[in-house]
């Protein structure tokens, strides 16, 4: 902004003298200079006036009044200061307690759009029985099962399924995204571009239990609390929800104009309450579901375009972010300054991605048909000796998911398969024929030793052995 000098009245200097008396300069700001001198002009009515041009502006800069104009900047009328002539000195009285007045907010009468997120939220029960005869709901963990679904998984050892055992039918358009209830998986949440989440039963009769209703657009990611009772839900209607599992109750709602691409609850009891959603306008935000309705506790703003994962490592004290430009970046949960970036010429976007067990390593969905490894360590270097290829994946946003023992890594494929590597040697071990479009959500079961879920573009859910 430029700045304007004039003369004030200044009784105790010996210097500067003018025919109004003794004064000094000052610089002032170019808004009280402006309102100056049209007090001036609309007094003394109109002067003559010298065109010349504008600055040509900063060539680093788009858009904005020091935008880069070039020879084509408009021209201007000459202010009184830097005319050749001689200097015409103004006496403008200000009142001490004189307030500048504020320029007026524009409207949003241009953009009075409806607001998409306005549809009531409602749920409806479809299972045979909602209470069993104890008065538990289907939140309680079956125990009459021939698996211990509370018990120790370390030594559990998993295998590629080989054959369908259950198939999914209520959604009537794509599958976006499969979440199995914590821990358990006693219960799997589904979520659609039909704008509906669903929850089903894993076991006894694998019914459709509840639908969760209150989207109007597609919901794009669902994720889970660390026990459960709670899950997110986000939309191309540019609305994040806070859904009660057990009654399907809306209990909260956030948004920032944006739309979700990824939502995570931080995995950490003691910040249980906070989540990450990573947002098409290139931000990752931070909301506290204890202030519903208020706006992001944190911002971590460096991306270059949307962003299409947040994943969780160092034992939740970090997590790491990609996007469509290409980059990864690693971040201390808080603070939003990267503490890593990796940008490399050969890079594609990292669409999907899935954390190692050991905590020591994550898996991303790049878009060249690959599956990339990056170590969640203090140096988030590449692994150049993990790689596994073989499916295709190009134009689809398709799920990685590594089994809980560490030992295979899973993905969809746009051709409709659903493929198995061996983590240690990279080499494909099954395929299997799941669907005749993209199957682009796949989730492994947390207690079963061969048993996963897939979800495909036809909207049918397939549970396999």
Same mark, same amino acid.
């Given at each position: &902004?430029?700045?304007?000098?004039?003369?004030?009245?200044?009784?105790?200097?010996?210097?500067?003298?003018?025919? +109004?008396?003794?004064? #000094?300069?000052?610089?002032? @700001?170019?808004?009280?200079?402006?309102?100056?001198?049209?007090?001036?002009?609309?007094? @003394?009515?109109?002067?003559?006036?010298?065109?010349?041009?504008?600055?040509?502006?900063?060539? $680093?800069?788009?858009?904005?009044?020091?935008?880069?104009?070039?020879?084509? =900047?408009?021209?201007?009328?000459?202010?009184?200061?830097?005319?050749?002539?001689?200097?015409?000195?103004?006496?403008?009285?200000?009142?001490?307690?004189?307030?500048?007045?504020?320029?007026?907010?524009?409207?949003?009468?241009?953009?009075?759009?409806?607001? +998409?997120?306005? =549809?009531?939220?409602?749920?409806?029960?479809?299972?045979?029985?909602?209470?069993?005869?104890?008065?538990?709901?289907?939140? /309680?963990?079956?125990?009459?099962?021939?698996?211990?679904?509370?018990?120790?998984?370390?030594?559990?050892?998993?295998?590629?399924?080989?054959?369908?055992?259950?198939?999914?039918?209520?959604?009537?358009?794509?599958?976006?995204?499969?979440?199995?209830?914590?821990?358990?998986?006693?219960?799997?949440?589904?979520? $659609?571009?039909? $704008?509906?989440?669903?929850?089903?039963?894993?076991?006894?009769?694998?019914?459709?239990?509840?639908?969760?209703?209150?989207? +109007?657009?597609?919901?794009?990611?669902?994720?889970?609390?660390?026990?459960?009772?709670?899950?997110?839900?986000?939309?191309?209607?540019?609305?994040?929800?806070?859904?009660?599992?057990?009654?399907?109750?809306?209990?909260?709602?956030? @948004?920032?104009?944006?739309?979700? /691409?990824?939502?995570?609850? %931080?995995?950490?009891?003691? =910040?249980?309450?906070?989540?990450?959603?990573? &947002?098409?306008?290139?931000?990752?935000?931070?909301?506290?579901?204890?202030?519903?309705?208020?706006?992001?506790?944190? #911002?971590?703003?460096?991306?270059?375009?949307?962003?299409?994962?947040?994943?969780?490592?160092? #034992? %939740?004290?970090?997590?790491?972010?990609?996007?469509?430009?290409?980059?990864?970046?690693?971040?201390?949960?808080?603070?939003?300054?990267?503490?890593?970036?990796?940008?490399?010429?050969? &890079?594609?976007?990292?669409?999907?991605?899935?954390?190692?067990?050991?905590?020591?390593?994550?898996?991303?969905? @790049?878009?060249?048909?690959?599956?990339?490894?990056?170590?969640?360590?203090?140096?988030?270097?590449?692994?150049?000796?993990?790689?596994?290829?073989?499916?295709? %994946?190009?134009?689809?946003?398709?799920?990685?998911?590594?089994?809980?023992?560490?030992?295979?890594?899973?993905?969809?494929?746009?051709?409709?398969?659903?493929?198995?590597?061996?983590?240690?040697?990279?080499?494909?071990? /099954?395929?299997?024929?799941?669907?005749?479009?993209?199957?682009?959500?796949?989730?492994? /079961?947390?207690?079963?030793?061969?048993?996963?879920?897939?979800?495909?573009?036809?909207?049918?859910?397939?549970?396999?052995?």
């Amino acid at each position: &902004m430029p700045i304007y000098k004039r003369a004030v009245p200044k009784s105790t200097s010996t210097k500067g003298r003018v025919p +109004t008396g003794y004064a #000094e300069e000052i610089a002032i @700001s170019e808004f009280s200079f402006r309102s100056a001198h049209r007090a001036v002009e609309t007094n @003394s009515g109109p002067a003559s006036k010298k065109r010349k041009r504008e600055g040509k502006g900063d060539t $680093s800069v788009v858009y904005g009044d020091e935008a880069y104009k070039g020879p084509w =900047a408009k021209y201007e009328e000459e202010r009184p200061d830097a005319s050749s002539g001689s200097e015409e000195e103004v006496e403008v009285e200000y009142e001490e307690d004189e307030i500048a007045p504020q320029p007026v907010a524009p409207t949003k009468a241009g953009t009075a759009y409806e607001e +998409t997120g306005s =549809a009531k939220e409602t749920t409806e029960f479809h299972g045979s029985e909602q209470y069993d005869y104890q008065g538990r709901t289907y939140m /309680h963990i079956p125990q009459d099962l021939d698996i211990d679904l509370r018990g120790d998984i370390s030594g559990l050892k998993n295998y590629a399924p080989k054959k369908l055992i259950h198939t999914y039918k209520s959604h009537t358009k794509s599958i976006t995204q499969l979440r199995f209830f914590p821990s358990a998986g006693h219960l799997l949440l589904s979520a $659609s571009a039909d $704008s509906k989440v669903k929850l089903w039963d894993v076991y006894h009769q694998r019914e459709l239990l509840r639908t969760y209703s209150g989207h +109007t657009k597609s919901v794009v990611d669902v994720d889970f609390n660390y026990d459960g009772t709670h899950f997110l839900s986000g939309s191309y209607d540019r609305q994040m929800k806070l859904w009660d599992t057990e009654t399907g109750a809306c209990i909260s709602r956030f @948004s920032t104009g944006a739309t979700p /691409h990824c939502i995570r609850f %931080n995995p950490s009891l003691d =910040a249980a309450h906070e989540f990450l959603a990573g &947002m098409s306008d290139k931000k990752i935000v931070q909301f506290d579901t204890r202030t519903p309705g208020e706006s992001p506790v944190q #911002e971590y703003d460096h991306h270059l375009g949307p962003v299409n994962t947040v994943t969780f490592c160092d #034992e %939740n004290r970090r997590f790491i972010t990609t996007s469509d430009d290409k980059s990864l970046r690693a971040w201390e949960y808080g603070i939003p300054v990267p503490i890593k970036f990796i940008a490399e010429p050969y &890079m594609y976007p990292l669409v999907r991605s899935s954390p190692h067990p050991s905590g020591k390593y994550v898996a991303f969905q @790049s878009s060249d048909n690959q599956i990339v490894v990056y170590a969640s360590t203090e140096r988030f270097r590449q692994n150049r000796k993990k790689g596994f290829r073989g499916h295709n %994946n190009a134009g689809y946003a398709i799920d990685v998911a590594i089994s809980p023992d560490g030992g295979l890594v899973m993905s969809g494929d746009s051709g409709g398969y659903v493929c198995f590597w061996d983590w240690k040697t990279c080499k494909m071990w /099954h395929k299997i024929k799941a669907s005749d479009g993209a199957v682009v959500a796949a989730m492994w /079961h947390p207690r079963e030793s061969s048993k996963v879920v897939t979800g495909a573009l036809d909207g049918v859910i397939k549970y396999w052995d």
